[in-house]
């Protein structure tokens, strides 16, 4: 049974494994957005502020993870009053496709309603099967917006 819960400090070494693997399989498909690997102390960080959950099918089988926290403005894109911002969706290469990212969204859009707040994502401006993904999935495309050195799409609910 699929369940989503904050992670907790135990689970540090399943989410930086799925963070990793979704990674490399996302450069090999030439999208580079995230870093490889990913920072061990970040992530703990993560955790430690409860602003990290985990997807899992059996009690201590991780299969996703992904943030939800505070945000006022992405980059130099202002959201105005304190929003929500769902990032770092992750999930394991052999799960995808099979309507889990759904689920996170609807578990996130769920979590902002209930505190009255707006949601923002973003992604890769270059990541088209994605941006698609979060616009059937309810959310308002917003623009594209620098980011570094690429473009980022913004999303909103």
């Not at 995808?96 to 969204?105: A, D, L, M």
Request: charged residues 25%.
């Amino acid at each position: 049974m699929m369940q989503i819960r904050l992670a907790q400090v135990e689970d540090l070494q399943q989410v930086l494994s799925v963070l990793n693997k979704v990674s490399l399989d996302l450069q090999q498909k030439g999208i580079r957005q995230w870093d490889y690997p990913w920072d061990e102390d970040k992530i703990l960080d993560q955790i430690n502020s409860k602003y990290t959950y985990v997807l899992s099918l059996e009690e201590r089988n991780i299969i996703g993870s992904f943030c939800i926290h505070d945000i006022q403005q992405i980059n130099e894109f202002s959201v105005g009053l304190t929003s929500k911002y769902l990032s770092q969706i992750a999930i394991l290469p052999n799960y995808q496709g099979r309507n889990f990212g759904s689920k996170i969204t609807a578990f996130a859009r769920s979590l902002a309603k209930e505190r009255n707040q707006s949601l923002y994502l973003d992604c890769w401006a270059g990541n088209e099967k994605l941006k698609a993904f979060y616009s059937n999935n309810g959310f308002e495309y917003i623009g594209d917006f620098p980011e570094e050195d690429y473009m980022i799409s913004i999303f909103k609910i």
